[in-house]
């Protein structure tokens, strides 16, 4: 069955340095994507990266990177250089595309940011 | 350009009363749509799925129900709301069959007391 994992609830990070967010997924469809998406306190879903499953190179989108290790199963998140406005919930999610157009959601992470 | 609405922004509804959330999709056609709800701090759960008109694809069994009507229009409802219905309720779009991100609406905050 589809299923996505973030085991950190929440995260601290000082002002200017590197996080890593985890997420694994879990999926018997061999073609499918992978979405992280920020949520502020306003509540809004911003869309933050992308990678599909087929993809040879690690996605990358400004200070955001995903390291993809495809047999490992992990689709981890890296904020390079955060920023205080980086603070907010994060979720990992992931899309079927041979199947189903399920696209479900990790619990997510909330990152705090201090200066 | 494609936009995304839903409505109400926000609801507070008495224990027992029905409920409808609606969102629209405009600038794209036969998209895929889906209904999410996060509880407070919580993450987003799958509530139904939709890749046609008439479509409907549920995940999790409640007192919740989903319509398609019209290709770019969306419903969320119910005939007797409980209490652990309170929470955010994301409409979002995809277009079918592709890799491209998710689309959300603002969503709408539904508080049953």
């Known amino acids: 069955a589809q299923k996505i994992t973030q085991t950190q609830p929440g995260m601290f990070v000082q002002e200017k340095e590197a996080v890593t967010l985890d997420c694994t997924y879990d999926t018997s469809d061999p073609s499918y994507g992978l979405f992280w998406y920020k949520q502020p306190s306003s509540g809004e879903m911003i869309f933050l990266i992308y990678?599909?499953?087929?993809?040879?190179q690690n996605a990358t989108e400004g200070r955001y990177s995903l390291n993809f290790q495809k047999a490992r199963k992990s689709a981890n998140l890296v904020i390079s250089a955060s920023q205080l406005g980086d603070s907010a919930m994060y979720f990992c999610?992931?899309?079927?595309?041979?199947?189903?157009?399920?696209?479900?959601f990790g619990t997510g992470t909330r990152l705090q940011v201090f200066p | 350009s494609q936009t995304i609405h839903q409505w109400p922004a926000t609801l507070v509804q008495p224990v027992g009363s029905p409920l409808s959330l609606e969102c629209t999709v405009e600038g794209t056609s036969n998209p895929n749509l889906y209904w999410y709800r996060q509880a407070a701090g919580r993450g987003l759960q799958l509530l139904f799925y939709s890749v046609g008109i008439g479509q409907i694809s549920s995940e999790v069994p409640q007192n919740l129900s989903a319509s398609r009507p019209q290709d770019r229009q969306f419903i969320l409802s119910s005939k007797k709301l409980l209490l652990s219905d309170s929470g955010f309720y994301l409409c979002?779009?995809?277009?079918?069959?592709?890799?491209?991100?998710?689309?959300f609406g603002e969503g709408s905050r539904l508080t049953v007391l």
């Open positions: 990678q599909g499953s087929y993809d040879q």
């Open positions: 999610a992931m899309r079927e595309l041979s199947n189903t157009d399920k696209l479900i």
């Open positions: 979002a779009w995809t277009r079918g069959r592709g890799t491209g991100e998710l689309f």
